[in-house]
């Protein structure tokens, strides 16, 4: 059974970079049928998709937040990270990462538990 | 960005009701649209793609329809477990974007 897991801070300083890594496990990263997003979801508010990456690195942000956006993948060790720099507090969120079967623009099949990263000093 | 719009926002319901949720693309999608359920401090969960097609292990009772720019998600026997907040979600182009959810609660 595939599983994905979030793994990061959970408290970032405004002004600085908050960094996540999505763990794969149950299946492989590189499987050429899937790509791989992120999604976040501000606390009691809706779904905003992130961005999304192919196993070869190939990527797609949303325009919103593609200028302070990266996500990259390291197939050795079945994991995609994101990096999201400059924050404020209105990037505060659950992150969620997700397997996505059709490329890079859903539907998601498979989500992780989702990570609450808190931005403030 | 394409918006995807639902209604409502939110409904009460009882045990055993039928329910229908709309969801409004901003611009045509064709079929290009799923369905999620999402239960309070949990991930959400793929119910419908392609407008309507049951992802596997997703009860019978849940049901998608439409085409174009108008959606319908249908639970025809609202269960306990069914409650939660349900959203709809556009991969026809890039953002992908969901609508604003509707949250199903307990009459």
């Known amino acids: 059974q595939l599983q994905l897991q979030e793994s990061g801070p959970g408290l970032v300083k405004p002004s600085e970079t908050l960094s996540l890594t999505c763990t794969v496990s149950g299946g492989s990263i590189s499987n050429s049928t899937y790509y791989w997003g992120w999604i976040r979801q501000p606390p009691g508010k809706g779904l905003e998709w992130i961005g999304s990456?192919?196993?070869?690195?190939?990527?797609d942000y949303n325009p919103s937040l593609k200028s302070r956006v990266t996500v990259s993948v390291d197939m050795s060790k079945n994991q995609f990270s994101l990096k999201l720099r400059s924050v404020t507090a209105a990037d505060t969120a659950v992150y969620y990462c997700?397997?996505?079967?059709?490329?890079?623009?859903?539907?998601?099949?498979?989500w992780g538990q989702g990570t609450l990263v808190t931005v403030s000093s | 960005d394409i918006q995807m719009t639902q209604s409502p926002s939110s409904l009460s319901a009882s045990v055993g009701d039928r329910v229908t949720i709309t969801c409004r693309a901003s611009?045509?999608?064709?079929?290009?649209l799923n369905w999620y359920q999402q239960k309070p401090g949990k991930a959400p969960k793929l119910l419908i793609y392609a407008a309507s097609s049951l992802e596997s292990g997703v009860p019978s009772r849940f049901s998608g329809s439409g085409s174009g720019t108008d959606f319908t998600l249908t639970i025809s026997s609202l269960q306990p477990e069914d409650f939660a907040t349900y959203y709809c979600q556009q991969s026809y182009s890039t953002p992908p974007t969901f609508g604003g959810g509707t949250k199903v609660e307990i009459k």
């Open positions: 997700a397997r996505d079967y059709s490329g890079g623009l859903g539907p998601f099949d498979y």
């Open positions: 611009q045509t999608i064709t079929r290009y």
């Open positions: 990456i192919y196993y070869s690195g190939s990527t």
